[in-house]
């Protein structure tokens, strides 16, 4: 009923053909959200309330930007794999996580975690912040680098930890 859907055997994958440009991929939940929105059935992501207040912020001024409103069976599947694992439910504290980079000459990146309190915000700063005085053990370089330069703060309802993404540079092939 929500349009051309392909669904593996197990319908934890599917595929939904929009037109001749526009394929829409992901869990069989994902996909059928996407044509209900497209059918206007559901409201779009820009107009939904997590996101519309967040968005704004998030890419003023970015090259790059990007938000997601984590689905309940997402924080199921991300609380299953390292370091996530180690105390799964703080994710539930997470309403949407968005990742900016600004133009220019900019070596940092920001990542933004919005929760449903400022208390609960501050347990998601310092979950991070142990991360970054200790990463994870199966993170190898550059991410450390990364996860080492972490500056983490709070602002009302939003961790912020913003990064210095230099050590993914690649160094340009020799000849």
Same mark, same amino acid.
């Given at each position: 009923?929500? +349009?051309?859907?392909?669904?593996?055997?197990?319908? /934890? @994958?599917?595929?939904?053909? =929009?037109?001749?440009?526009?394929?829409?991929? #992901?869990?069989?939940?994902?996909? +059928?959200?996407?044509?209900? %929105? /497209? *059918? #206007?059935?559901?409201?779009?992501?820009?107009?939904?309330?997590? =996101? $519309?207040?967040?968005?704004?912020?998030? *890419?003023? !001024?970015?090259?790059?930007?990007?938000?997601?409103?984590?689905?309940?069976?997402?924080?199921?599947?991300? +609380? *299953? =794999?390292?370091?996530? !694992?180690?105390?799964? @439910?703080?994710?539930?504290?997470?309403?949407? =996580?968005?990742? @900016?980079?600004?133009? #220019?000459?900019?070596?940092?990146?920001?990542?933004?975690? !919005?929760?449903?309190?400022?208390?609960?915000?501050?347990? %998601?700063?310092?979950?991070?912040?142990?991360?970054?005085?200790?990463?994870?053990?199966?993170?190898?370089?550059?991410?450390?680098? %990364?996860?080492? @330069?972490?500056?983490?703060?709070?602002? +009302?309802?939003?961790?912020?930890?913003?990064?210095?993404?230099? $050590?993914?540079?690649?160094?340009?092939?020799? *000849?």
């Amino acid at each position: 009923p929500t +349009g051309p859907v392909l669904s593996s055997e197990d319908r /934890r @994958s599917a595929l939904a053909v =929009i037109d001749d440009r526009t394929v829409v991929t #992901g869990s069989v939940q994902t996909v +059928g959200e996407a044509m209900a %929105v /497209r *059918r #206007g059935l559901l409201p779009s992501l820009g107009e939904r309330e997590v =996101i $519309a207040e967040v968005w704004p912020e998030i *890419r003023r !001024d970015a090259a790059l930007a990007a938000i997601l409103d984590l689905p309940s069976h997402w924080k199921a599947a991300l +609380g *299953r =794999i390292p370091p996530f !694992d180690a105390e799964p @439910s703080w994710l539930d504290a997470v309403r949407t =996580i968005s990742v @900016s980079a600004k133009t #220019g000459a900019e070596t940092t990146a920001t990542l933004r975690m !919005d929760a449903e309190t400022p208390e609960l915000a501050l347990d %998601v700063a310092e979950r991070f912040e142990e991360w970054a005085m200790h990463p994870p053990e199966r993170m190898e370089p550059p991410w450390t680098s %990364v996860l080492e @330069s972490a500056q983490v703060s709070t602002e +009302g309802t939003a961790a912020i930890v913003t990064v210095d993404v230099s $050590a993914l540079r690649r160094e340009p092939a020799r *000849r």
